[in-house]
C-alpha cells in the first residue's frame, strides 16, 4: 500500500426528476455545473442516478462517462411506484426494484451499473445481499451512525472506512462479495434532532465546517495503521444552481476540494482523484474477499462466576 495517497471522491445524488422536485433543466444545468468544477480542479465524480433522470439525460451521462467519471444508480423506489424506502422492503422486492431500475438503466448506458446507492441511505439486513443477487458491485450504501427510523435509516456504529459488508448485519463486516464505500462524516457532530452526522454535504454548511470534518477524517485514518484505502467522499445533488458562479454551493464545492488537497499535502500526502468504482477496485486489489464472516466472541467478564 502506497501510505501517502488520500483518494477524494464527489457523489453527486441525480434525482432532478423525481417527484418532488420534476425539473429536469434545472438537473441539467446542475450536472453542467458541476461538470465545470471538476473539469476546473481535475476531480473525478461518481453520478448515482435514479432510472427517470438517466432516461432523459442518457446524453449528459453517456458524455460524463467519457470523460473518466461514474455513471451509477441511485434509487427512490416510490418513484417505481413502491413505498417511499427501501429499508422497508422485503428481499424479493429489493431484488425487484434493483432489477427494473438497472433494466431502464442498461437501455438508457448500453451497460448495467455496477455501483449503487439508496435513496435516504435506507437500508436493511437484505440490502447488501439484493445488491448482490442483481450484481452490483460496490456502492455507499451506508451512512455510519445515521438513526432516522422515519426513513428506514438506521446505521449504529457500522464502520466508518471501506469494508465487505455481512450478508446478514448491515452494520458489520463480512465476507460478502460488494465493497461499500461509506461517505465521508463526523460522528461527533450531530444535526437534526441528533439523528443524523455532520457530512461532506456540500449544501449543509460552508466550507470552513467541511474543513474541520476533513482534517478530522484525515488524521483518524493516518492514525490507523489497519487502513488499506484512504479516501474523502463528498456528497451533494443535482438539483442546485451549480452553473451559477455566484451560488453559493459552487463557491462551497470549489473550497471544499482546494481545502482537501492542502489537508492532505500538510500532511505529507497526495490527493487522488477518484470514483467510487476506481476506489472499490483498489481495495479489492489490496484486500482480498475473506473466506469467513466475522466471529463475534460474547465478553462475559462480567459474569458472576
Not at 465545470?36 to 432516461?55: C, H, W
Not at 455513471?71 to 418513484?79: A, E, K, N, T
Not at 417505481?80 to 431502464?104: P, R, S, T
Not at 465487505?164 to 465521508?184: A, K, M, Q
Request: contains cysteine; proline residues 6%; aromatic residues 8%.
Amino acid at each position: 500500500m502506497e501510505d501517502n495517497l488520500f483518494y477524494f471522491n464527489l457523489k453527486v445524488d441525480c434525482e432532478a426528476t423525481q417527484g418532488s422536485i420534476s425539473d429536469p433543466a434545472l438537473g441539467e444545468r446542475a450536472v453542467r455545473g458541476i461538470e465545470d468544477i471538476l473539469e476546473k480542479t481535475g476531480m473525478k465524480a461518481s453520478f448515482m442516478v435514479i432510472p427517470r433522470d438517466i432516461g432523459i439525460h442518457r446524453h449528459i451521462y453517456r458524455g460524463l462517462e467519457k470523460k473518466g467519471h461514474e455513471i451509477g444508480l441511485h434509487v427512490h423506489p416510490s418513484d417505481q411506484g413502491y413505498a417511499e424506502f427501501l429499508g422497508v422492503c422485503g428481499f424479493e422486492e429489493q431484488v425487484k426494484i434493483l432489477g427494473e431500475a438497472m433494466d431502464i438503466f442498461s437501455q438508457a448506458m448500453g451497460k448495467r451499473p455496477a455501483g449503487f446507492l439508496p435513496g435516504y441511505h435506507s437500508a436493511n439486513d437484505h440490502t447488501f445481499p439484493a445488491a448482490v443477487e442483481v450484481g452490483l458491485r460496490h456502492g455507499a450504501v451506508s451512512c455510519p451512525t445515521r438513526n432516522l427510523p422515519q426513513c428506514a435509516c438506521i446505521w449504529g456504529n457500522s464502520p466508518l472506512d471501506i469494508h465487505y459488508p455481512h450478508r446478514c448485519n448491515r452494520s458489520l463486516t463480512g465476507n460478502l462479495d460488494f465493497v461499500e464505500i461509506p461517505p465521508t462524516i463526523d460522528p461527533d457532530s450531530r444535526m437534526w434532532g441528533g439523528g443524523h452526522p455532520q457530512d461532506l454535504r456540500i449544501e449543509l454548511v460552508d466550507a470552513k465546517n467541511h474543513w474541520y470534518t476533513m482534517e478530522k477524517s484525515v488524521n483518524r485514518q493516518l492514525g490507523d495503521k489497519n487502513i488499506q484505502v484512504r479516501y474523502l467522499m463528498a456528497t451533494t445533488h443535482n438539483i442546485f444552481e451549480y452553473g451559477d458562479s455566484a451560488n453559493f454551493r459552487r463557491e462551497t464545492l470549489l473550497k471544499v476540494i482546494a481545502a482537501a488537497k492542502k489537508i492532505v499535502a500538510d500532511r505529507g500526502c497526495v490527493l487522488v482523484p477518484a470514483t467510487i468504482a476506481s476506489i472499490a477496485d483498489e481495495y479489492r486489489r489490496l484486500t482480498p474477499l475473506p473466506s469467513e464472516g466475522i466471529n463475534l466472541r460474547l465478553d462475559v467478564r462480567g459474569r458472576n462466576p
